[in-house]
Structure formats: structure tokens, C-alpha cells
């Protein structure tokens, strides 16, 4: 879990990138 970010960096971004996710998922539904 050692990205460029540096330490939760990267972690936030792939929580903000899951939502976004989940919004979308939930529009086409």
C-alpha cells in the first residue's frame, strides 16, 4: 500500500474514485 502519494494520498484517492463509482452505478439504475 506504498504509492507516490505518501501514505493516505493515495488511499483518499481511491475512496473519492469509489463514490464517484457508486454515483454513477446509481444514476444508470
Known amino acids: 500500500m506504498s ?3 505518501g501514505g ?3 488511499f ?3 475512496v473519492v474514485l ?3 463509482l457508486v454515483i ?3 444514476s444508470w439504475l
Open 3 to 5: 504509492g507516490g502519494y
Open 8 to 10: 493516505g494520498g493515495g
Open 12 to 14: 483518499a484517492l481511491i
Open 18 to 20: 469509489f463514490i464517484l
Open 24 to 26: 454513477i452505478g446509481a
